[in-house]
């Protein structure tokens, strides 16, 4: 029973020994650095979240909360330290220990200090285990101090992690207002305790916070210099972007994130020269977050010689790339094993070449890939003994992806027997029942779950991320990859790859055949809208957007289609099973029985509710915010008396009709002495008469006759309806 008294004489102190009327300060002060530590753990646990159950997580934190408190009253402030970086080391060293392999320790710094570059942490294959590493250090010293009224060494134990996090990129615009919001809170609140003022003083920091989330919010609408918008700002409100397919999709970023609305760019990128077109691959990313992509893993530089190629049978494929633009990437047929042209360059874990400068325009380069070429026969029987790793990089899912997917995607797969036939029942079903179009509204929560259940169109990147979250919740390895379709053929062995050629797919994994491109979206309308897109920069004579080798002049088909070879029935070979045809392959002939998805019935042929992204509806954050902002106006108007002024303007300049005379004169009369107070700056004092005051400000003759209305009114009765109507009347003429 002590235990708890004490415990609980942490938050408020006994009568005896705190300020008077402090009670509410400090909670609003324990309030702003729950706010701060709060916004700093909502980062933690979305990266949980995203490969895990976070229960654990959560344990680890209410545990170091309640230590906290509890050897609050015990520990000394260096020792209270000492403990949190010995959990901070401790912590890192565990996660250290679950790194596979003997990891370089200079290697290990360096990647380190690349995250202060705003490389994500998602990217860390173990993220799990260095969030749970890490949270306890920071979590026990900031509350620690909270609990001993030490504000500031609080919020800048929580600030600092956050502020890590927002070097990093992890932390979003709302998350790092909120935190800023907490802290400031802290600190303000904070003194107001210590120096014994009561909640009621704290208004000036209430409204200092409410300004603090309305300026960026009003920022963001306020156009900048050549009519943009402050990006850091919009970000506040929402997607904002107006990037390109192609940035969005073909930078070197470890990060794809899922846009709203976005255009595409005719401008001529590069132009291939190879013995067959393909799609120019550019990366991959494994780990899914529920609104986009991360690449993990590590990238070893590229010394030369051949890379290991695909398990299964493969033709070499040579490709010379000249940049007609400056490019940041190494598009090539997947699967590269060999480049020559470019120096300082990397291998992704995944494959891919990655240079470290771009690759400037009039430069060249050249790529040997080795192209997978499985027979669909041997897809069919390739079975389902995945290596560990794939299965367990390539099935993530976050612990928050709604059920509804897996149970729609086991009912559209329900006559699948394969994973093969899973894919393509999958592939079938998304380009048969959803529209092309770029478009689109960003919608809130889990992409994969709103394409599914609340869109009825969107672009690649929308299909793609679908297809792979509905394999990867039927246990089958998948992948979200990006790059450019083939682009403009202008020769049999020539292509030119527009901006507009930029594209995501999908590659599933198969046993001992490696992995396998499929493309849910549709075709036709894709390149149906890069045509327009095109015709359209022409006649509006843009710049960049033909070479000598295109326009009217071609002697090849424009924008010529290349769709996976596993929608191609071959004659056992697998020859060019990849290569020249056309449509959205939704006429291409099943392998092994699949049954098309629409005889499935109901289920498959379900409907997408009519909108393209659902209500707009606030966040959880912009709630809360938008609350707190709320209060801070509130707190504001009353602190500055707004209200009272407000209201006294408009009393003052407008009085109603109403009522027996003697009120209206005495309504009259009180606006007058208001209005008169303000304009001779001299208020009448306490025991002068009206009329001593009246000569005192040197009044008007009209003033004085409201004064004798009133005197006659209220000590004589006298008080007719014209007089009433002569005392408003004269008194509207003179505030006016």
């Not at 992690?161 to 790092?176: N, P």
């Not at 009709?657 to 004169?665: K, T, W």
């Amino acid at each position: 029973m002590s235990l708890l008294r004490r415990t609980v004489g942490l938050f408020i102190r006994p009568a005896a020994d705190r300020p008077a009327n402090t009670t509410g300060t400090r909670l609003l002060a324990l309030l702003g650095v729950a706010l701060l530590l709060g916004a700093t753990l909502q980062v933690m646990y979305h990266f949980i979240e995203v490969v895990d159950i976070p229960i654990t997580f959560l344990l680890i934190v209410a545990v170091t909360l309640v230590a906290a408190t509890l050897v609050a009253r015990y520990l000394r402030p260096w020792v209270a330290v000492a403990v949190g970086l010995v959990l901070l080391a401790g912590g890192l060293a565990w996660y250290l220990t679950t790194l596979t392999g003997d990891p370089d320790p200079m290697a290990l710094l360096a990647d380190t200090l690349s995250l202060f570059a705003g490389r994500t942490l998602l990217r860390i294959t173990n993220i799990n285990q260095w969030v749970l590493g890490v949270a306890p250090g920071p979590v026990f010293v900031t509350w620690y101090f909270a609990m001993r009224r030490w504000y500031t060494p609080a919020v800048l134990a929580a600030g600092g992690t956050l502020g890590f996090f927002v070097l990093t990129g992890d932390a979003d615009v709302i998350t790092t207002v909120t935190g800023v919001v907490g802290g400031t809170a802290a600190i303000g609140f904070g003194d107001l305790e210590r120096r014994g003022k009561s909640v009621v003083r704290g208004e000036t920091v209430v409204t200092v916070v409410a300004l603090m989330i309305i300026v960026p919010g009003i920022v963001s609408v306020v156009p900048a210099s050549a009519g943009a918008s402050i990006p850091i700002a919009g970000d506040f409100l929402g997607d904002g972007s107006d990037n390109t397919l192609e940035s969005s999709l073909t930078g070197v970023d470890e990060r794809v994130t899922i846009q709203g609305s976005i255009t595409l760019s005719p401008e001529v990128a590069f132009s291939v020269t190879s013995t067959e077109g393909s799609y120019w691959q550019v990366a991959s990313y494994d780990r899914y977050t529920g609104d986009g992509w991360v690449r993990t893993g590590a990238s070893d530089r590229y010394t030369g010689g051949y890379l290991d190629g695909p398990p299964g049978r493969s033709t070499t494929v040579t490709q010379t790339v000249e940049a007609e633009a400056s490019i940041s990437t190494i598009p090539a047929a997947w699967q590269p094993v060999q480049l020559d042209g470019v120096e300082n360059v990397s291998v992704t874990d995944a494959g891919s070449f990655v240079p470290a400068e771009p690759v400037q325009a009039g430069e060249s380069f050249t790529v040997r890939s080795a192209v997978p070429r499985p027979a669909p026969t041997e897809l069919q029987t390739a079975g389902t003994d995945y290596p560990e790793d794939i299965r367990e990089t390539y099935t993530q899912l976050p612990s928050s992806t709604p059920d509804r997917v897996r149970e729609r995607t086991a009912r559209l797969t329900a006559n699948a027997e394969t994973p093969y036939e899973t894919a393509r029942t999958v592939e079938r079903w998304l380009q048969n029942n959803r529209e092309y179009s770029l478009d689109v509204r960003k919608p809130r929560g889990d992409v994969a779950d709103a394409f599914l259940f609340d869109m009825e169109r969107g672009y690649c990147t929308y299909y793609a991320t679908t297809m792979v979250t509905m394999l990867r919740s039927e246990g089958v390895p998948a992948r979200f990859v990006t790059g450019y379709t083939a682009g403009e053929r202008v020769a049999e062995d020539r292509w030119v790859v527009r901006g507009e050629n930029s594209h995501a797919w999908v590659q599933v994994y198969f046993p001992d055949r490696g992995w396998v491109r499929f493309d849910p979206t549709p075709s036709a309308p894709r390149e149906a809208t890069e045509r327009e897109r095109l015709e359209q920069a022409r006649e509006g004579n843009e710049s960049n957007v033909d070479t000598d080798e295109t326009g009217a002049g071609s002697q090849w088909t424009p924008e010529s289609t290349v769709t996976p070879a596993p929608l191609t029935e071959t004659n056992g070979t697998g020859a060019n099973a990849s290569e020249n045809v056309t449509g959205a392959g939704s006429s291409s002939r099943p392998v092994g029985g699949v049954i098309d998805p629409s005889q499935f019935g109901g289920a498959a042929n379900e409907s997408a509710d009519a909108g393209t992204g659902g209500p707009l509806l606030p966040t959880r954050h912009q709630l809360g915010l938008g609350l707190l902002a709320l209060i801070g106006v509130v707190a504001g108007v009353r602190r500055t008396d707004a209200a009272e002024r407000l209201y006294r303007t408009a009393w003052v300049r407008y009085q109603p009709r109403n009522g027996e005379p003697a009120e209206r004169i005495e309504r009259a009369y009180q606006r007058l002495t208001y209005h008169l107070e303000r304009r001779a700056e001299r208020p009448r004092h306490p025991g002068e008469t009206p009329r001593a005051w009246f000569d005192a400000i040197d009044a008007t003759d009209d003033a004085r006759r409201v004064m004798l209305r009133r005197e006659r009114a209220r000590y004589a009765g006298e008080a007719t309806p014209e007089a009433a109507e002569e005392a408003v009347a004269t008194v509207n003429r003179i505030v006016r």
